[in-house]
């Protein structure tokens, strides 16, 4: 039986899995208890190794580590050298049948996770009520909407002209396709913006909000691109965030485009050390 151990600071649990012939013997639960077990079945031994070795794969991904025979934990120890015998992307692309297990539900779950039954309200202890947000800056305050989306409207109207200076645009160093993205948020400047624009435009105009004006607070943009777009559109234009940085020199007004992770501010940080 091979024993596995997750913990962090909210839950220590563990997992064990043992091959036996085309059966796979499988336990887990909390940590100094004795948990729960399940038994599975596949076609022949082949395939119960394979599972096995699926199994492993996920659990050391999500940190799980395994435990060594004499009981101690080694937090270095993994099961990568047992997983160089089978081709990975085979054995994630099957799916064996088996026969699980039928064992009864848990009495204890409505009192455990009431969420999970339905139509119960989560009610918080009184200990942590304080610290549910509704919103990010006003606690117990609903978010605001909008009727106009002003903040959202004007994204980025400021940063071609400052001044009496018009802005230059660099992006030469991004990859193509980032070119014609940030050529079409350049276009739109000086229009009314509106979440009919692709994501990754909207994300340039939000960073270029973000980097290149005085005001650097603006939490306000994100909430009305929600409120427009909906989450999933606002997750799109976080992602794309995250792909491009900004270098803005301001005596020159030049507004430098970079793929995230080569922006010189990041590569100087390093340049003491050469």
């Avoid at 340039?204 to 691109?225: F, G, N, P, S, W």
Wanted: charged share 25%.
């Amino acid at each position: 039986m091979r024993h596995f151990i997750y913990q962090d600071e909210k839950s220590h649990k563990f997992r064990a899995v043992e091959q036996q012939g085309n059966e796979l013997h499988i336990s887990w639960g909390k940590v100094g208890t004795k948990g729960q077990s399940q038994i599975k079945s596949f076609s022949d031994a082949a395939a119960a190794a394979k599972a096995e070795l699926k199994l492993i794969a996920e659990k050391v991904k999500k940190g799980y580590v395994e435990q060594a025979k004499d009981n101690s934990l080694q937090p270095s120890q993994t099961v990568t050298g047992s997983l160089k015998v089978a081709d990975l992307s085979t054995i994630i692309q099957e799916q064996p049948s088996f026969v699980a297990e039928t064992r009864a539900p848990d009495k204890n779950t409505d009192a455990v996770l009431p969420w999970l039954a339905k139509d119960i309200a989560v009610v918080f202890p009184p200990e942590v009520v304080h610290t549910t947000l509704s919103h990010r800056r006003f606690p117990g305050v609903p978010v605001q909407q909008a009727d106009k989306l002003p903040q959202l409207r004007r994204l980025a109207c400021s940063v071609s002209q400052r001044d009496n200076k018009t802005a230059t645009f660099d992006f030469s160093a991004c990859s193509l396709e980032w070119q014609n993205t940030v050529a079409q948020a350049i276009s739109q400047i000086d229009g009314l913006k509106t979440t009919q624009l692709p994501s990754p435009v909207m994300a340039v105009l939000t960073a270029l909000e973000m980097k290149c004006t005085r005001y650097k607070v603006r939490e306000d943009v994100m909430d009305q691109i929600v409120q427009e777009g909906g989450l999933e559109y606002a997750t799109d234009v976080i992602i794309h965030l995250q792909q491009i940085d900004i270098e803005w020199d301001y005596a020159n007004n030049v507004i430098i485009i970079l793929p995230s992770g080569i922006a010189p501010s990041y590569l100087e940080q390093y340049s003491r050390f050469e």
